[in-house]
């Protein structure tokens, strides 16, 4: 592997920019203009040169093959933020032949190199793009490895089952009877209970990586994008006293109390003959079907029989007009009801993610349902059958961690990671 350089901060000004290079010869590169650096994992406060050249005073440091995160030699250059002293070392790192990473890279070689599964690396990836505690929080238990100590049980579990199964299946070429050990399908129950649970736990853990959607719904002129407005407490929707002029559906971004919710302003479901219109109408429907949750949001308390699943939120608007009803009144004038609103809303949404996995990207759970598969309704079998389905449930965990078949999946999931990762 060639040797790679990158700028591992954000490019711009700041207090420290961090230069990384990684590959055979990275400590080379820095003691090239840092002078001697003696020991691994130490830090050097030098003066960098480019010749006789004073280029910045930096912290270098290196970490040996085998001790960094690529897991190949590293160098580190902690300079001071300005670009243009970043811009000097990359020239002079690149007028030696280093060549600038790709997105993604020192990732990816710390995959190739065996220093993280693939499991790891999408909570990476999760973790540098969580904005809220919630998804800090699940993306911290899959980057430290929290998957991989589960599958690595369920693995022994399966080693486990299979050499019991090839034991009775030895026997059997010596006539002493095939029957598979009662302890086999003692282990599999108990392989298969695990799966379910953290299959079960999916939908709430991908609920938190992705965040939940929350569509405002209710005739034209109910007050929806102005509910959004007070919430967002800036103007993201256009408010307009002429019915139907939230033709495209505006979402606003939150963080509620940790979880990353979108609020949906959906166009004003109504009848009309205005083709553009209905078109929007049409839309916001199914948005709004697809949503987490609805907010049926009228004068007078009255919803959507179409639109209205179990568990919405009825919600009366502009209560400061008064006009009776049913449902949660709020105001988006005053402000009446919305904190309510909003701790109602996170009520709901938090009861669908008691029980989250660590299980959160679909990849990851198509790998654990297959090894389900491969360990339903197997009493019957012979061992011979037995034992090749135990095989394929152990390829499908070492897929979920990247052992096999990685290759298909690296290119989509570094495409989202920065330079410098
Ligand atoms: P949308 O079509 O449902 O998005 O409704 P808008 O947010 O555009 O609001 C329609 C009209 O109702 C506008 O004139 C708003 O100023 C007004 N409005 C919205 N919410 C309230 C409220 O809570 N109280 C009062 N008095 N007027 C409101």
Not at 200 to 212: D, H, L, Q, S, T
Not at 362 to 369: C, D, G, K, S, W
Not at 391 to 396: P, T
């Amino acid at each position: 592997m060639d040797l790679i350089f990158a700028e591992a901060t954000p490019p711009g000004r700041g207090g420290v920019s961090v230069v990384r290079i990684s590959g055979s010869g990275a400590r080379a590169a820095a003691e090239m203009m840092a002078g001697p650096l003696p020991s691994p994992r130490q830090t050097y406060l030098r003066s960098l040169r480019d010749g006789d050249e004073v280029l910045d005073q930096a912290l270098v440091i290196w970490f040996a093959a085998g001790e960094s995160f690529t897991g190949e030699e590293v160098a580190e250059l902690h300079l001071h933020g300005a670009p243009v002293i970043v811009r000097r070392v990359a020239e002079l790192l690149r007028g030696r032949g280093l060549r600038a990473a790709e997105a993604g890279e020192f990732t990816r070689r710390a995959f190739l190199n065996g220093r993280m599964d693939l499991a790891e690396i999408e909570g990476l990836g999760d973790l540098l793009d969580a904005e809220t505690e919630a998804q800090r929080q699940l993306a911290i238990r899959s980057a430290g490895g929290e998957l991989a100590r589960k599958t690595e049980e369920w693995r022994a579990l399966l080693i486990r089952a299979g050499a019991l199964v090839e034991s009775s299946v030895d026997f059997a070429d010596e006539e002493v009877p095939d029957d598979v050990p009662d302890e086999v399908f003692v282990l599999l129950n108990q392989l298969v209970e695990g799966l379910d649970q953290e299959i079960g736990g999916f939908p709430a853990a991908e609920r938190i990586r992705k965040g939940f959607e929350v569509a405002v719904i209710g005739p034209p002129n109910a007050g929806k994008s102005s509910l959004i407005n007070r919430i967002a407490k800036r103007d993201v929707a256009l408010v307009s006293e002429i019915a139907g002029t939230t033709r495209d559906i505006i979402e606003l971004r939150l963080d509620l109390k940790g979880l990353a919710v979108t609020l949906l302003d959906t166009a004003g479901l109504r009848d009309t003959g205005d083709v553009v219109e209905q078109l929007g109408v049409e839309r916001a429907k199914q948005r709004a079907l697809a949503a987490d949750l609805r907010l049926h949001l009228s004068d007078d308390g009255s919803i959507y029989q179409d639109s209205f699943i179990d568990g919405d939120l009825i919600i009366r608007g502009k209560a400061d007009q008064a006009a009776e009803g049913k449902g949660l009144a709020i105001s988006s004038v005053t402000g009446q009801g919305i904190d309510q609103l909003l701790a109602e809303i996170f009520d709901r949404l938090s009861d669908r993610i008691s029980g989250a996995g660590v299980t959160s990207h679909e990849r990851q759970l198509n790998a654990l349902v297959d090894a389900r598969q491969a360990l339903v309704g197997l009493e019957d079998l012979p061992p011979e059958l037995l034992a090749e389905q135990i095989r394929q449930a152990a390829v499908s965990l070492d897929r979920l961690l990247g052992r096999i078949g990685a290759e298909e999946y690296l290119d989509v999931i570094f495409s989202s990671f920065c330079i410098g990762k």
